[in-house]
């Protein structure tokens, strides 16, 4: 039997869907897919894409580098850094810092201070002293331990590959102090900085640290371009400029990889996919949907209409969530990672402790006076510690050993629905009915180790203080400490594992009716429970509507017609890329996910799925399409796929996902134009903003844009669907 091609049925078991959600976020970590096949047709134009420079790296053509050669070249940093902190040298910023690097550099100016202590060179000293402080403090954090597969190649950590950033490092003079990593991506590393420019206010920023190769360089300097036409439009009093992530600064960094370019940005928290996941690939409430869709479609139409801009890679790992109130949470997580620090100092301790008074054999220690009460104290935890922990932590005085890496791991900020004590401590902190000190100290009184007790009181204590500190006031963080029993691994996991789906609004979730809770004027939407806010993130990709640096464009499952086909394109193809994203958070589920047969490509599958879901397509595209001859023959039938099954996507709507018929029909209509073949025809971002279904999006009831005409297409846009030629560019 001929089944159809189309996503929706590939994914017809429920078990099959998840499994494939796997691979699927496996392929989407690779840069822009180039197929072979699109790549025999489409040579880049005049400029290198970054993405093929990529592959040539990968495919070793540009010479690998083995961890030996990062390791030589940390050495020559070092000697550089250590030269830097002379009595009459500048202050270097740069370059990866350790305990003992760190320690012989102050021992040098030690000794050079003695013969010419300068005001300078003791500003170095102190800078230095420092940078030591905050190194010997992170090396105790669990937060350095990472998940190999999900982070950056150690690899690329090369000349011309990324920059080895770390937490303390300063930038820019030392106005910028990177605090923790927030994620990366094929061309930076993204971190957390607190931007020290205002004496006394503390601010936080997020950097983007980008690969030094010329290739990522001029690349992050067209995304500049980009990004500073979308921060200085004059239509900045177009409600969608707020949903795209601004640009705040940028400037040069000097490693030892090279030069690297840096953008500065306001801090987001993580991504959509990440809200996918959240929700198990099975939707998410669209109470939340139709804000996201409405903030996109905002967004995009500022791109498009008022700037001049296409994404050309919309897709959930490029829509970021606001986490609101930063500094509050800034605070917040890092008095979490204060709190895990004291634990595993505990920990330890315990562990000597009871080493002490026991022999490695676990014989009580003769020499130990103390050894009964010890024992009794700790039976119920230093021996589960035992159970659960390496044994080297048993051994008096070690420590685990630490592996040498560059690559620290990614910690992006929680979701802002975390909980709702926390939002209700976060609304009297933005009220001002709670100062900053006194929810300090509300938070310190819960973190703060007691002393002078005994090692089972203490863990008891702490038991008990992380118990409320964390556990009760965050449901979404797992019962890291039970009984005294400590699991590392939930506790370092907690932060990121706020989950908005067990949050107590949300119980029960996905529902798109939930009641709204107590709302706080931000001065701008009302935010409550059920509010969230996105920014289209990585313009790294970005074109002009007048000046296309390549035809390779989109992420594979998120590709438009036209540009599978070879036709000409638009700032409509975003257009296409929304709407794959929307059903995506509709549903859980991609909505095309093609792959290759033995008798088929991956572009052949794709084609075969778009036409089983939207019928054959439009003249235009065969005519235009300089590939259209590869797939179709003389009579319009494709020529390595024979039998298609047509599911429309009310049916799949309906048949898969259990919406209703009425629900099936509205989220159709809605999604319909924007899948619309012919990309001349298809509707434009602010038309559908004033969509029948977005009407009741949560906080933006009201919000339209008055000049555009629902259903509209966007042919009057300059560059709608071609390049626009001819004229001085933008
Ligand atoms: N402003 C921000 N606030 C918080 N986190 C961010 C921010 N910008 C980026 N990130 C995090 O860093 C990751 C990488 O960012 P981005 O996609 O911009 O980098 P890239 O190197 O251009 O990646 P890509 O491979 O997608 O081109 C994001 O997925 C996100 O997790």
Same mark, same amino acid.
């Given at each position: ?10 994914h017809?078991?429920?078990t ?10 496996c392929?989407r ?7 072979v096949?699109?790549? +025999?047709?489409q ?10 420079? @990529?592959?040539?790296? &990968? ?25 830097? *902190? ?16 760190l ?9 050079a ?15 230095a002293?420092? +940078? ?5 403090d ?7 331990? %990472?998940?190999?597969?999900n ?6 950590y090369?000349?011309?590959? %990324?920059h080895?950033a ?11 102090? @990177?605090? &923790?990593?927030?994620?990366w991506?094929h061309?930076?590393?993204v971190?957390l900085?607190?931007d020290?420019r205002s ?7 997020a950097m983007?640290i ?5 290739? !990522?360089s001029?690349?992050?300097?067209d =995304? ?7 921060r200085?439009?004059? =239509? ?6 707020? !949903? ?7 400037? !040069? ?8 370019i ?5 801090? @987001?928290?993580?991504n ?17 949907v ?9 967004g995009?139409?500022? /791109?498009?209409r008022?700037c ?8 959930p790992?490029?829509?970021? $969530?606001e986490?609101?109130?930063v =500094?509050?949470?800034v605070e /917040?997580?890092?008095l $979490?990672?204060k709190?895990? &620090? ?21 014989v009580?220690?003769?020499?130990s006076?103390n050894?009964? &009460? #010890? ?8 021996l ?9 932590q048993? *051994? ?5 050993p630490?592996?040498?890496?560059v690559i ?7 979701s ?7 939002k ?5 902190f933005i009220?001002?009915?709670?100062s ?7 938070m310190?009184?819960k973190?703060?180790l007691?002393s002078h007790?005994t090692?089972?009181?203490? $863990? ?6 992380m ?22 691994g ?8 706020f ?20 709302? *706080?004027?931000?001065?701008r ?8 806010e996105?920014? #289209?993130a ?8 007048d +000046? ?9 499952? !998120? ?13 409509s193809?975003?257009?296409?890329s ?6 995506e ?15 088929y490509?991956?572009d052949?599958?794709?084609?075969a799925?778009i ?15 300089r590939?259209?001859r590869?797939?179709f023959?003389s ?11 047509h ?14 018929l009425?629900?099936?029909q509205? *989220? ?9 073949m ?6 434009d ?7 029948p279904w ?5 906080? /933006?009831?009201?919000?339209?844009v ?6 509209g297409s966007?042919?009057?846009i ?13």
């Amino acid at each position: 039997m001929q089944s159809s091609r189309f996503s929706g049925l590939s994914h017809g078991s429920e078990t099959h869907s998840l499994s494939l959600t796997h691979k699927d976020e496996c392929d989407r970590c690779a840069e822009i897919e180039i197929d072979v096949s699109t790549d +025999e047709f489409q040579p880049p134009k005049a400029k290198v894409q970054p993405q093929l420079q @990529l592959q040539k790296m &990968r495919s070793g053509q540009t010479g690998p580098n083995g961890s030996s050669n990062d390791s030589k070249l940390f050495k020559k940093y070092f000697v550089d850094k250590v030269n830097s *902190v002379s009595p009459n040298g500048g202050q270097s910023q740069q370059g990866p810092a350790t305990k003992s690097n760190l320690s012989l550099a102050l021992q040098q100016s030690d000794m050079a201070s003695q013969h010419q202590p300068q005001p300078l060179f003791l500003q170095n000293k102190l800078a230095a002293q420092e +940078e030591l402080n905050a190194v010997i403090d992170d090396s105790d954090d669990s937060d350095s331990s %990472y998940d190999e597969k999900n982070e950056e190649s150690s690899k690329d950590y090369r000349p011309g590959g %990324y920059h080895p950033a770390y937490k303390g490092e300063k930038y820019k003079s030392g106005r910028y102090v @990177l605090v &923790r990593k927030l994620g990366w991506g094929h061309f930076s590393t993204v971190w957390l900085a607190r931007d020290l420019r205002s004496v006394g206010v503390t601010t936080h920023v997020a950097m983007k640290i980008v690969r030094s190769d010329k290739v !990522y360089s001029e690349a992050a300097q067209d =995304e500049i371009k980009l990004l500073k036409r979308i921060r200085s439009s004059t =239509e900045q009093e177009h409600l969608g400029s707020r !949903y795209i992530l601004k640009l705040l600064d940028n400037f !040069y960094h000097e490693g030892p990889n090279g030069e690297h370019i840096v953008m500065v940005f306001e801090v @987001l928290g993580e991504n959509l996919l990440a809200l996918i996941k959240k929700y198990e690939h099975r939707g998410i409430p669209l109470v939340y949907v139709k804000q996201i869709s409405k903030q996109l479609l905002l967004g995009l139409d500022y /791109m498009h209409r008022k700037c001049g801009v296409i994404h050309t890679d919309i897709k959930p790992e490029n829509v970021l $969530m606001e986490i609101g109130d930063v =500094e509050g949470i800034v605070e /917040m997580v890092e008095l $979490m990672d204060k709190q895990k &620090r004291d634990l595993k100092r505990f920990q330890r301790k315990c562990s000597q402790d009871f080493s002490s008074a026991v022999s490695p054999m676990g014989v009580p220690n003769a020499n130990s006076t103390n050894h009964n &009460r #010890i024992r009794r104290d700790v039976s119920g935890t230093a021996l589960e510690m035992s159970s659960s922990s390496s044994l080297h932590q048993m *051994v008096p005085g070690s420590r685990r050993p630490r592996r040498h890496t560059v690559i620290t791991g990614s910690q992006p900020l929680p979701s802002p629905l975390a909980s709702a004590n926390f939002k209700e401590m976060k609304n009297q902190f933005i009220t001002g009915s709670m100062s900053s000190q006194q929810w300090q100290n509300s938070m310190a009184s819960k973190s703060s180790l007691p002393s002078h007790t005994t090692p089972g009181a203490e $863990m008891n204590e702490l038991s008990n203080s992380m118990d409320s500190a964390t556990t009760a006031r965050y449901p979404g963080v797992p019962d890291a400490v039970n009984g005294g029993q400590i699991n590392e691994g939930q506790l370092a996991n907690s932060l990121s594992s706020f989950d908005i789906s067990q949050s107590e609004d949300n119980v029960g979730a996905p529902s798109s009716n939930s009641p709204t809770s107590g709302s *706080v004027d931000t001065g701008r939407r009302n935010v409550d429970s059920n509010t969230i806010e996105i920014k #289209i993130a990585d313009l790294g990709n970005a074109c002009w509507y007048d +000046e296309h640096y390549t035809s390779s464009i989109q992420t594979r499952e !998120y590709r438009a017609p036209e540009v599978l086909l070879g036709a000409p394109w638009g700032c409509s193809a975003d257009i296409w890329s929304a709407a794959c994203l929307i059903f995506e958070l509709i549903t859980g589920d991609l909505l095309f996910e093609p792959d290759e047969g033995h008798s088929y490509t991956k572009d052949d599958d794709h084609i075969a799925q778009i036409m089983e879901l939207l019928g054959d397509l439009p003249h235009y595209l065969l005519a235009e399409g300089r590939y259209a001859r590869t797939f179709f023959n003389s009579r319009r039938q494709l020529r390595n796929i024979s039998k298609l099954k047509h599911w429309p996507l009310k049916n799949v709507l309906h048949e898969k996902y259990n919406f209703s018929l009425t629900e099936s029909q509205d *989220v159709a209509d809605f999604l319909l134009p924007m899948l619309q073949m012919d990309p001349r025809k298809r509707a434009d971002a602010g038309g559908l903003v004033n969509h029948p279904w977005l009407s009741d999006a949560h906080g /933006m009831e009201n919000v339209t844009v008055p000049d555009r005409v629902l259903y509209g297409s966007g042919a009057d846009i300059p560059g709608w669907y071609q390049e626009v030629k001819g004229h001085p560019k933008h």
